[in-house]
């Protein structure tokens, strides 16, 4: 069973970094594809990148892309999403998503709670 659980939300100027974590305490990490969605105030869920759990292959969504990287460390069930040159349109709840077909068709079967990430101008 995949449990997940993100850390690392905060409150953050414009300009700053944050790196978000996402642990599977369920011990199912391995198997899947990972990745983060984000949801800000009155806008739907959106895709923000994904990792593949072999080959570590990532892919982006445009809006981040050359600011945030994913990367997963398996022997910890635990994957990271560190964010560069953070703006204010990037405050979101932040949600870990998983899959064994994630990296490809973007629709997860698991998520977490989410973390609330504010980016102040």
């Known amino acids: 069973q995949v449990q997940l659980v993100e850390s690392g939300g905060g409150l953050v100027q414009a300009g700053d970094s944050l790196r978000l974590s996402c642990v599977d305490s369920g011990r199912a990490f391995s198997t899947y594809s990972m990745g983060w969605f984000r949801q800000a105030p009155g806008k739907e869920r959106e895709f923000v990148g994904a990792i593949t759990w072999s080959d570590r292959r990532t892919k982006y969504a445009d809006s981040v892309k050359g600011r945030f990287s994913i990367s997963r460390d398996n022997a910890k069930n635990t994957v990271y999403l560190q964010m560069n040159s953070l703006k204010s349109e990037d405050t979101a709840v932040y949600y870990c998503?998983?899959?064994?077909?994630?990296?490809?068709?973007?629709?997860?079967?698991?998520w977490g709670q989410g973390t609330q990430v504010t980016v102040s101008s």
């Open positions: 998503a998983a899959g064994p077909r994630f990296f490809t068709t973007q629709a997860p079967d698991y």
